[in-house]
């Protein structure tokens, strides 16, 4: 074995430490993830997330979907090479930073905390081409080297799919729990029985599937209109065995929200009434 090789075996050493020693500060790892795209994962893995730092929980939210990263700006989360003058005092709290080799996660409240490869680009704009061994890399610098000190949740977003991103936190975070995010459609619930079956392949336990954009809230009459199918959802999470933690219809409302940077649950009582339910059994299941 020559020196490069002795120097890689102890950083990869080194990094298991401190991955350790973070995830010994952290209660329950949330991981949420979809079979396909643009099923509303990372707006679920915001107000879930948010919705725990409101009930008084140390929260923090890992955006590990490194080529879409959509995070911050649902957060109003700066890309700090986007601002005029670096980052100081207040502002410091509300950007990511660094520091000694150390991440310091932006800070949304007092008790949400959040770190995503786009608050570290030039731009929102810029693309991240990346093969598997850059992205692995990334996602295990955010456990080893941000400073997210003690928490009671982490919830991470997770792009969509099966590949490197959910299967490195399935590795690294051998307790995680799954949080699968489904539409009604049938194209939807043919993919999240691969998710299903991809966490019992890998070991990583199923808190329960979500079904979203269930139907219309309208919010004129303030009722649900069945713009497409609805309970599908449910119907795949009893013929695979997985708990059932409920379904959210289309909200103008949340629209809005993500554009603004706010959690749907903030602007919204009715999108915060149908969230407590789901969060409330994520605590159970969890706890």
């Not at 061994?133 to 080297?145: D, H, M, W, Y």
């Not at 029985?193 to 309208?218: D, M, P």
Request: net charge negative; aromatic share 6%.
């Amino acid at each position: 074995m020559n020196r490069a090789q002795e120097d890689r075996i102890a950083q990869k050493e080194k990094q298991d430490r401190q991955i350790k020693d973070s995830l010994a500060k952290i209660g329950h790892t949330i991981l949420v993830m979809s079979g396909k795209g643009g099923v509303g994962k990372s707006s679920i893995a915001v107000n879930i997330a948010a919705a725990l730092a409101e009930e008084g929980f140390r929260v923090g939210l890992m955006d590990v979907d490194i080529h879409g990263p959509s995070i911050p700006q649902m957060l109003g989360i700066p890309v700090v090479q986007e601002m005029e003058t670096p980052p100081d005092g207040e502002d410091a709290e509300k950007a990511v930073t660094f520091h000694d080799n150390r991440i310091f996660p932006a800070h949304y409240s007092d008790k949400l905390s959040v770190v995503s490869i786009e608050c570290m680009l030039e731009s929102r704009d810029t693309a991240v081409i990346w093969r598997g061994p850059l992205k692995i890399g990334v996602i295990r610098q955010f456990f080893s080297e941000v400073e997210w000190g003690e928490l009671d949740y982490l919830v991470i977003d997770s792009p969509p799919g099966t590949g490197d991103e959910p299967l490195t936190v399935a590795q690294t975070v051998p307790d995680a729990s799954a949080l699968i995010v489904t539409t009604p459609q049938r194209v939807s619930l043919r993919d999240v029985r691969k998710s299903i079956n991809f966490c019992r392949q890998v070991n990583l336990n199923i808190s329960g599937l979500v079904e979203n954009l269930s139907g219309f809230y309208c919010p004129g009459c303030n009722k649900q209109i069945d713009l497409f199918k609805t309970g599908g959802g449910e119907q795949t999470a009893r013929e695979m065995n997985v708990p059932f933690l409920g379904s959210l219809p289309i909200f103008p409302a949340m629209v809005e929200a993500c554009d603004e940077g706010v959690p749907g649950i903030s602007k919204s009582k009715t999108i915060k009434e149908s969230f407590a339910p789901i969060v409330e059994k994520i605590r159970e299941k969890m706890e």
